[in-house]
T-cell receptor, first 115, second 113 residues
Framework: AQKITQTQPGMFVQEKEAVTLDCTYD???????LFWYKQPSSGEMIFLIY??????QNATEGRYSLNFQKARKSANLVISASQLGDSAMYFC????????????FGQGTRLTINP | DVKVTQSSRYLVKRTGEKVFLECVQD?????MFWYRQDPGLGLRLIYF???????EKGDIPEGYSVSREKKERFSLILESASTNQTSMYLC????????????FGPGTRLTVT
């Protein structure tokens, strides 16, 4: 079974609109971490935001927030007031278990912001 | 600023050649990782290392080996390159611990002809 599922291969959004990128995960561990990364066309992977499984508040970093619904096992990324520079691939990833070091990535969502 | 560097941005090799991809990080991270990225498949872990001379297989280790002789350097080796190893290779590093993000290098686009 897929550990991380991103169901939206591509999304098109008008500039200045908010956008939600979906991510669902599968784990039986109580302790895990969820990450979102951005990959522009230049290829570098940029860390955006982190949510721990025991965090009670949704994580926020500037225009990025993570809508964490633990019971539904979802960790959607919300970008407010989208900008042209937000056009990129976005990856959701999970690290599960206290001793784990590796990340498991979803297949990604390609976001295109239209002017 | 954390910096992860990779030895080449683009590399073209012939089938059967031995290929070395090198990665260096300057933040004293314990963990280092090698991924390959292919369209529609996301990032897949090849190998990782949590300490000098320690290594663990990831999801797709076949056809690859790694070496970590110094904490800051992690090498990926393709013993005999094949065309199905044409891909983007990404190196990453991080501190130990659940909450620490991985920092990525710029990637090496390897073409095997």
């Amino acid at each position: 079974a897929q550990k991380i599922t991103q169901t939206q291969p591509g999304m098109f959004v008008q500039e200045k609109e908010a956008v939600t990128l979906d991510c669902t995960y599968d784990t039986s561990d109580q302790s895990y971490g969820l990450f979102w990364y951005k990959q522009p066309s230049s290829g570098e992977m940029i860390f955006l935001i982190y949510q721990g499984s025991y965090d009670e508040q949704n994580a926020t970093e500037g225009r990025y927030s993570l809508n964490f619904q633990k019971a539904r096992k979802s960790a959607n990324l919300v970008i407010s007031a989208s900008q042209l520079g937000d056009s990129a691939m976005y990856f959701c990833a999970m690290r599960e278990g206290r001793g784990a070091q590796k990340l498991v990535f979803g297949q990604g969502t390609r976001l295109t912001i239209n002017p | 600023d954390v910096k992860v560097t990779q030895s080449s941005r683009y590399l073209v090799k012939r089938t059967g050649e031995k290929v070395f991809l090198e990665c260096v990080q300057d933040m004293d991270h314990e963990n280092m990782f090698w991924y390959r990225q292919d369209p529609g498949l996301g990032l897949r872990l090849i190998y990782f290392s949590y300490d000098v001379k320690m290594k663990e297989k990831g999801d797709i280790p076949e056809g690859y080996s790694v070496s970590r002789e110094k904490k800051e350097r992690f090498s990926l080796i393709l013993e005999s390159a094949s065309t199905n190893q044409t891909s983007m290779y990404l190196c990453a590093s991080s501190f130990l611990g659940l909450e620490h993000e991985q920092y990525f290098g710029p990637g090496t686009r390897l073409t095997v002809t």
